[in-house]
């Protein structure tokens, strides 16, 4: 048989045809090509993590103030804080702060104004109503008062003969301040370590637990593996939140109590899809050959079974933590979560619950955008990998 | 029926026995061996150990795991569950007052989820990679990523107080009382008593609390379908039918869901845990008098004999479904009927 | 027997898949005719096109793949040219197609009896029901299947009645082609052959014509009338069957029909194998495609690619050494 000539034809093109033999970074990069949008959409839910890391890992300098410390007045609205000191007899400007703090100032109870007296250590007066306080001003009790700046024009229509002479007096709170005065920034930028550290350490539980008993469950087969199913399966059926709700008032209040609690929910997940990718890898000939050489069921375990699982578990693990979020701040909605000293989302809107009826919106509205943001990084992210780490096999 | 599907069901119905026992386990488990006290969980530091002693003797927490396992049995199967420790009625009368609530939550709940998962699932399956079925996705995954006690929040807030179409508390409104307990479902009593402004009322009250539970596990459930929908859309009868001069409408509607329906039915049954977590929020958010919230309530007042029970009724519930959809399945599965 | 009077012609047919590796080149400037009542027969290795070409006959390509060029004539009709709506009405009616597995092919949740019923009422609106289940009792007693089986699912029926069933669909509307898509590959050997026999009587009877479409050798041999050999996206010889069994004038038909194993109980003879492999079509080999491959490759065969030429009434090749370049060269005789 003559063989061709092979200096007069092309060579056969050796590209790979399966998508298999292709690394992983080189998957990444030629991702936008291949995937389109749905490349678009991993790198969204990457890059609202990589955000969220940054700022938890930023948190002590980027945080304007200690998220428990009462550093405002309560209920200062989105924006708001800031003073002006209004006279109607004092022309002139005062610059220093010295200067106020000799000064009899009236303020409005509990209002900002207050709260800045405070920390000049001026000596005030305490009117019950905004309206008492003008009156008074007015009235000539006092000579001084100091309201929020968004008043002044207002004020200026109601009395035209006042004078402002101080202006910007006072913190100012972009996003406002929860009941007992703590600035909502911080709040949000501490609560995400929070929310992430509990979140994470439960899915480390959960997935530990859970792939462990996958692996062994799904290699070994037989009774072992029928039982611990069996155990799984009725833990799965099981309403999560409730079981949650049952462990949390069985071992109480905590961070690490509330891990557990939410990690218990997720085990069988890990467990499902771990074993059963076993199962499926099981049957691949290269284990059959490995047995047949006689290697040892742990080695065979960690070297061929266990890389095969790791793209579902990482899957799985982000999904996980978006869960995890969900619940624990269910949790902390009923009351069952974290105790009110840790800066916490779920803790906020829960809290925050109580005064809408009040008007003050903002207690929820931030925390509650920013669970739902990070739940859906989580899970964009994890739907994304789950397509780049498990391709199907081009249809052709 | 055919012997076939005769058989079939006695099966299923044999098999959920055990499931029921296992989960009543596990509630045992999760009661009376985890760390923690019930006794001081209940009656708080302070209590002298005189108190403790007959508390724990009270519940049968003296005796030996095994005895106390026995006697939790024994009581669940004699549907005896003991009195309340905070109020001065019988468990399974609060149980019997609280429960229908959850289940008419639970039922118009699967009603919007059922409609919106799967219109827009399949939708989303039939138009593949089009902007529609992007953005149907990721709205579903935005809307599950929202805790459902603030979505409920903000329907509150928008529907209820700011533009006061809808109520936003309770079953009723004040003034309404109750129709006369047939199901316990206040609108289904309602119906069958004839009386419609009861019927509306109800029913109104139903709007906001299914669906934000609906609307939020409408999210999983449409991208679940979807899924399913694809892999049906995928299959040779397809092809082969539109080989035949099928339209796509109708192949994706009529041929492509009645088979992705099987597939669908068994993921709403495996939702239905899911949803009743979803209810507990659900029903403190919106002050609904169900089961949810009892546990809710209880567990403050530390009344641990209505919490167990009420736990248990949740698990009943789960297995319940499960066997209703196992049931259901072998019906509109043709390979199982004959 | 056979009237030459052509039924469906193809031109230049182009079809394109846009794949993340590139464009797939899965059908290269194809043309041939499909005579009334005949059965044609298709072959070729996997991946060799002849499936795609099955399906852009009736207009199937579905993204990324897409028709890019050429002219479907089916009774006059230039079947690219029609809309949506028209080409569905065609669907069914005059063309029809068996796929392979006949289990997968038949809706699992729908009886047997609709079907065939909805088949007709797509095609017919205006049908009644009584007159549509006496024509469909009526195929199905011909196909030898009894009539109590139309209330039955798919799943109680044995694979042959599957695809008798699925037959049965092409022929409802009495279409005037059927396009068999490796109708047998999942059938086994007896039932294979018969339903090689029912779509021969079937062929007699309504004066269908048939192509088949399949890597089985011996299935053709038996049924086809005319043979065309596909080799990576390229029609590379077709005439008679006889003809082309007996005198096979490409080197890839030679190597095909050689690989066929006979039950011959001699021990010396080896299964032959035809060198290299089927070439990755996103970037094909230049000039003739089979030349890497080809024991009598010349230089000529790797610069340009040669048309199918007749070389004799109803017999064509797609091969240098039957056609005439200027360039071309004598065969390299061997040296070192």
């Known amino acids: 048989m003559k063989s061709p000539d092979s200096k007069q034809s092309t060579p056969i093109s050796t590209k790979p045809i399966l998508e298999e033999d292709i690394g992983l970074l080189r998957r990444f990069f030629r991702g936008r090509i291949w995937y389109g949008t749905e490349w678009y959409i991993t790198v969204v839910g990457g890059l609202i993590l990589f955000f969220i890391t940054i700022m938890t890992i930023s948190a002590p300098w980027i945080s304007p103030h200690d998220p428990n410390e009462f550093v405002g007045a309560p209920f200062v609205a989105p924006g708001g804080g800031p003073q002006i000191l209004i006279s109607l007899t004092d022309e002139q400007e005062i610059i220093d702060t010295m200067q106020i703090s000799n000064l009899v100032i009236g303020v409005h ?288 | 029926m055919s012997p076939g599907l005769r058989r079939y069901i006695a099966i299923r119905v044999l ?34 150990q005189e108190q403790i002693d007959a508390f724990r003797a009270s519940l049968g927490l003296d005796k030996s795991l095994p005895e106390q396992y026995v006697e939790f049995i024994s009581g669940v199967i004699r549907f005896d569950f003991g009195e309340s420790m905070t109020r001065d009625r019988l468990v399974i009368d609060d149980i019997k007052t609280f429960l229908p609530a959850t289940i008419e939550l639970a039922l118009y709940s699967m009603i919007v989820i059922a409609a919106v998962g799967i219109f827009s699932g399949a939708y989303a399956a039939q138009h593949r990679k089009s902007a529609a079925d992007y953005s149907i996705r990721i709205i579903s995954i935005i809307l599950y990523s929202i805790p459902i006690f603030f979505l409920g929040i903000i329907f509150q807030m928008s529907f209820g107080a700011g533009l006061g179409w809808l109520p936003v508390f309770g079953r009723l409104s004040s003034g309404m009382s109750p129709p006369n307990s047939i199901t316990g479902l206040y609108t289904i009593d309602a119906l069958l008593m004839g009386n419609i402004p009861l019927f509306l009322d109800a029913l109104r009250h139903l709007i906001l609390p299914s669906l934000t539970l609906g609307l939020i596990l409408g999210g999983i459930f449409t991208r679940l379908t979807r899924a399913n929908m694809l892999e049906v859309l995928e299959q040779d009868f397809i092809t082969a039918g539109r080989a035949r001069g099928i339209r796509e409408r109708v192949l994706v509607y009529r041929h492509g869901l009645r088979n992705a329906f099987i597939p669908i039915v068994t993921i709403l049954g495996l939702q239905f845990a899911t949803l009743l977590a979803g209810a507990i929020l659900t029903e403190t958010t919106f002050s609904w008098p169900g089961l949810g919230r009892l546990v809710v309530d209880r567990i403050f007042d530390r009344d641990f004999t209505v919490v167990q029970a009420s736990i248990l009724f949740f698990a009943v519930l789960v297995a319940s479904i499960s066997l209703v959809v196992d049931i259901l399945y072998g019906f509109i599965d043709p390979r199982i009927r004959y | 027997m056979q009237s030459k009077e052509t039924l469906y012609e193809i031109k230049d047919l182009v079809v394109e898949y846009h794949t993340r590796y590139g464009v797939v080149n899965a059908v290269d400037h194809v043309s041939f005719d499909i005579y009334r009542g005949e059965v044609l027969g298709l072959v070729g290795e996997s991946g060799c096109g002849k499936s795609t070409l099955g399906k852009a006959l009736m207009r199937m390509i579905e993204a990324p793949g897409e028709i890019a060029a050429g002219e479907l004539i089916l009774n006059g009709v230039d079947l690219l040219g029609l809309t949506p709506k028209e080409m569905r009405d065609v669907r069914g009616s005059q063309i029809s197609m068996i796929f392979q597995d006949p289990m997968t092919s038949l809706n699992p949740v729908q009886r047997i009896q609709d079907h065939l019923t909805e088949t007709i009422s797509t095609h017919e609106p205006d ?193 240098w050494l039957y056609e005439d370049h200027p360039e071309k060269e004598p065969l390299v005789s061997e040296n070192s």
């Open chain 1, 109 to 396: 109870r509990n209002r900002s104004g207050d709260k800045y007296a405070d920390t000049i250590g001026a000596e005030k007066i305490r009117y019950q109503s905004q309206n008492e306080l003008i009156a008074g001003l007015e009235a000539g009790e006092i000579n001084y008062i100091l309201i929020d700046e968004d008043l002044e024009e207002e004020l200026q229509f109601q009395i035209p003969s006042m004078m402002v002479i101080a202006r910007d007096l006072g913190l100012r709170f972009p996003l406002g301040t929860d009941n007992l005065g703590r600035d909502m920034v911080s709040r949000i930028i501490w609560g995400a370590r929070t929310v992430l550290s509990v979140a994470i350490l439960s899915a480390l539980l959960s997935s530990s637990i859970g792939v462990t008993l996958g692996l062994i469950s799904g290699f070994v087969s037989g009774p072992l593996d029928r039982v611990i199913s069996l155990v799984m399966d009725s833990i799965y059926s099981f309403p999560g939140l409730l079981l949650a709700i049952a462990m949390v008032a069985m071992l109480g209040p905590g961070m690490i109590n509330v891990a557990v609690a939410v990690s218990v929910i997720y085990i069988p997940t890990f467990f499902r899809v771990v074993r059963g990718q076993v199962l499926s890898i099981k049957e691949e000939l290269y284990v059959e050959a490995a047995r047949s050489l006689g290697a040892k069921a742990r080695s065979i375990l960690w070297s061929y079974i266990f890389p095969n699982v790791i793209p579902s578990i990482v899957v799985v693990f982000s999904i996980n933590i978006a869960d995890a979020i969900l619940t624990e701040a269910g949790l902390s909605f009923i009351g069952l979560g974290l105790p009110p000293d840790i800066p916490d989302w779920g803790y906020d809107l829960s809290k925050g619950h109580s005064f809408l009826v009040a008007g003050h919106w903002w207690l929820i509205t931030y925390p509650g955008f920013m669970i739902t943001l990070v739940a859906t990084g989580f899970t964009l992210l994890g739907e994304g990998l789950s397509e780049i780490l498990n391709p199907r096999l081009v249809k052709n």
């Open chain 3, 127 to 319: 049908a009644e029901k009584p007159t549509m289940l006496q024509r469909v009792k009526r195929l199905i007693e011909r196909l030898g299947i009894q009539t109590q089986r139309l209330d039955d699912y798919p799943h109680q029926l044995s694979g042959g009645m599957r695809q008798r069933v699925m037959i049965g669909l092409g022929l409802v509307l009495n279409a005037n082609l059927i396009i068999a898509d490796e109708a047998t590959t999942s059938l086994d050997v007896i039932v294979e052959a018969k339903l090689a026999d029912q779509l021969m009587e079937i062929k007699e009877e309504f004066g269908i014509s048939i192509l088949a479409i399949t890597h089985n050798i011996a299935l053709v041999a038996q049924l086809a009338d005319r043979l065309a050999v596909m080799y990576a996206g390229r029609i590379v010889e077709i005439g008679s069957v006889y003809e082309v069994f007996d005198d096979p004038k490409h080197p890839y038909t030679r190597g095909l029909l050689q690989s066929v194993p006979s039950i011959k109980l001699d021990d010396h003879e080896d299964l032959y194998k035809m060198a290299g492999e089927p070439p990755d079509l996103t970037n094909p080999p230049s000039g003739c495609r089979f030349h890497p491959r080809c024991p009598e490759a010349m230089p000529i065969c790797s610069q340009e690619k040669p048309t199918l030429q007749e070389i004799s009434p109803g017999r064509s090749v797609h091969c």
């Open chain 2, 15 to 48: 098999l959920t026995i055990p499931m029921l026992l296992i989960l009543v386990s596990v509630v045992f488990l999760i009661l009376r061996v985890l760390p923690g006290d019930p006794a001081l969980a209940v009656l708080r530091e302070g209590a002298s």
